[in-house]
């Protein structure tokens, strides 16, 4: 398996995050062309209370977010908009994610959780892999492949509108602190 997920947070079992997490994860990797036997991910699945203790040990932001991502390696590119390098086989790094914060975003999105939880993974599997969105173009370039991700699963683009289009990248639209 790809992923290793725990879960400290019981909902999570009922939500089905070891299966979201290791079919996000697999589709990510395979859509840049990358062996999903080749890595290691590991999943925290926990509640608010846990990914903000961790978020105010790693960023200094002492409030919940939706998902956290620590890479094994920085993998960034210098050159903006830019595709990382592919990463050596092995370990890519580890993953948090809240459940509470993740329910509240996909019932104010009118979502399916489990959509939501896919996207995220899917955004954490990627910063892991060196993607990031502080600057517009990479966040424009990491913006597309989860879209692009997400449609070949079957899963809407979270970043269109009403009409279908894709809406313009703001950094931080998301919200996601991946």
């Known amino acids: 398996m790809l992923t290793d997920t725990i879960v400290e947070h019981d ?4 939500a089905g995050l070891p299966e979201l997490a290791e079919a996000a994860a697999r589709a990510a990797l395979m859509h840049l062309g990358l062996d999903p036997g080749a890595h290691e991910i590991a999943v925290l699945g926990c509640d608010d209370a846990r990914i903000a203790a961790l978020n105010a040990e790693f960023r200094g932001k002492p409030d919940p977010t ?3 991502s620590w890479p094994a390696e920085d993998l960034a590119p210098e050159p903006s908009g830019t595709r990382p390098p592919p990463p050596a086989p092995g370990e890519l790094g580890d993953i948090a994610i809240a459940f509470e914060t993740c ?3 996909a019932g104010a999105g009118g979502l399916p959780l489990a959509d939501h939880v896919t996207h995220l993974v899917i955004h954490a599997v990627l910063h892991l892999l060196g ?3 502080v600057r517009d173009a990479d966040a424009t370039l990491m913006e597309r ?3 692009d991700i997400l449609c070949k699963m079957g899963l809407a683009d979270p970043y269109a509108d009403e009409a279908g289009q ?5 950094t931080g639209q998301t919200g996601n602190d991946g």
């Not at 909902?11 to 009922?14: G, L, S, V």
């Not at 894709?166 to 703001?170: D, I, V």
């Open 11 to 14: 909902p999570w079992d009922a």
């Open 66 to 68: 939706n998902v956290l």
């Open 103 to 105: 329910a509240k975003e």
């Open 131 to 133: 993607y990031d969105h």
């Open 145 to 147: 492949l989860e879209a």
């Open 166 to 170: 894709t809406a313009p990248w703001e």
